[in-house]
Every structure is written in structure tokens, then in C-alpha cells.
């Protein structure tokens, strides 16, 4: 299939610890965004990326938390010095456009625990 | 404030009845889509209907249909002839021309037999 994939698909670490979550879009797919979402609550909108466009960073809850696209293709989310507060599912997904109609498709996740 | 609100935290219904899921949103864009997602307790989110702000007919996609009333920036969803298979978390989003999704806090659907 040709789905959103991510990496790992859980991850359990130690407070203070770096992390690192992986993205890979649907081949041909310009936009991709990556998600949070705690433990029986909705999503919250962490960063967007759109082409070769400055990404919309506005989501990001402290400087702790960057992204990068390599290529316009795979994204990595990185969380330093992860807190327990930290701890959620982070959902990536793309789209073939940034336009409003544009479907998102959606990853399986990486579950985050933080100790 | 809040931009998309589902008042509705659990709503229950029984095999082969209609269930209304509530969704209110806020914007000051005339450009604009919103969207309903399920999520299972497999936690994957799947996309279920999508409609326009200019979209004059009402979204249907088999047994969903989108109830978009825009002066009053409601969008519910409806899902006729409920299945056990329905029983999961649904979402109302939205989104702004060049934006993310904005999602609202979910509805947990119960379908009993």
C-alpha cells in the first residue's frame, strides 16, 4: 500500500531524552502536517509543511519541539529533552494540495511515553 | 475560542437508527472546508465526508451526510441506518484557506444491538 507510514510505531523513553519521530508521505504529496493528540482528546495542530515553503510552525508548544523535510518528501519530528507532558500519539498526514477541499491522509501514529 | 466545538461528548444509538453528531465553527474566511474523520479504537483516522463553504447541496457519501447549515456555522454529521461497525470517536474539522486542520474535541458514538 501507499499509505502515510511512520516510524516507530511506539516509543517509550526517559524523561529528558531526545526523540525522534518519522514521517513518510504518500509519494506526490505536497503538503504534510504533523499532529497531537492526548489521551482521549482531539487533535492539536502542530506544524505544517507545504512544497518548498517556509513551514507553519505556529502549533509547536515550545522550542523544544523543530521539524524538518528533507526533500519534500520525509519529515522528522524531533522533541528535546521530552517531559512528561509530552507523552500522546503524534499523527502526521499529507495531502496532494494545501488547497481547503484537499483530503488528509493519515498516518498510523507513533505513540509517545514519556517515563 | 474555540474554533470548531462538538457539544455531544458521548452520544448512544441503537442498530438501524439515524444519529445526529453535533458541530459548531467559527471563521471570519468566506473560503473555507469542513470535514468529518472517524477514529476507531484502532486509533487510525479515516475520513468520512468533506463539504465547501460555496457548496450549495448538502455532502452525502453513502450512509453520511453533512447537515451544513452556513448562517448558522453548523455542519452535522448524520449517519443513517447506524451499524455496530459505527461504534468510535468522530471528529468535525476545519480548515482555512493555506492552513492545518483545526479539529474539535470528538464525539464517542455508541451502537448497540
Known amino acids: 500500500g501507499a499509505g502515510v507510514s511512520q516510524s516507530p510505531s511506539n516509543k517509550v523513553t526517559e524523561k529528558g531524552k531526545d526523540v525522534e519521530l518519522r514521517c513518510d508521505p504518500i509519494s506526490g504529496h505536497t503538503a504534510l502536517y504533523w499532529y497531537r493528540q492526548s489521551l482521549g482528546q482531539g487533535l492539536e495542530f502542530l506544524i505544517y509543511?507545504?512544497?518548498?515553503?517556509?513551514?507553519?510552525k505556529s502549533g509547536l508548544p515550545s522550542d523544544r519541539f523543530s521539524a524538518e523535510r528533507t526533500g519534500g518528501s520525509v519529515s522528522t519530528l524531533t522533541i528535546q529533552r521530552t517531559q512528561q507532558e509530552d507523552s500522546a500519539v503524534y499523527l502526521c498526514?499529507?495531502?496532494?494540495?494545501?488547497?481547503?477541499?484537499?483530503?488528509?491522509?493519515f498516518g498510523p501514529g507513533t505513540r509517545l511515553t514519556v517515563l | 475560542a474555540q474554533k470548531i466545538t462538538q457539544t455531544q461528548p458521548g452520544m448512544f444509538v441503537q442498530e438501524k437508527e439515524a444519529v445526529t453528531l453535533d458541530c459548531t465553527y467559527d471563521t471570519s474566511d468566506q473560503s473555507y472546508g469542513l470535514f468529518w474523520y472517524k477514529q476507531p479504537s484502532s486509533g487510525e483516522m479515516i475520513f468520512l465526508i468533506y463539504?465547501?463553504?460555496?457548496?450549495?447541496q448538502n455532502a452525502t457519501e453513502g450512509r453520511y451526510s453533512l447537515n451544513f447549515q452556513k448562517a448558522r456555522k453548523s455542519a452535522n454529521l448524520v449517519i443513517s441506518a447506524s451499524q455496530l461497525g459505527d461504534s468510535a470517536m468522530y471528529f468535525c474539522a476545519m480548515r482555512e484557506a493555506g492552513t492545518a486542520l483545526i479539529f474539535g474535541k470528538g464525539t464517542t458514538l455508541s451502537v448497540s444491538s
Open positions: 498526514a499529507s495531502s496532494h494540495t494545501s488547497g481547503r477541499a484537499s483530503e488528509q491522509f
Open positions: 463539504q465547501g463553504s460555496y457548496d450549495e
Open positions: 509543511f507545504q512544497g518548498n515553503s517556509a513551514p507553519d
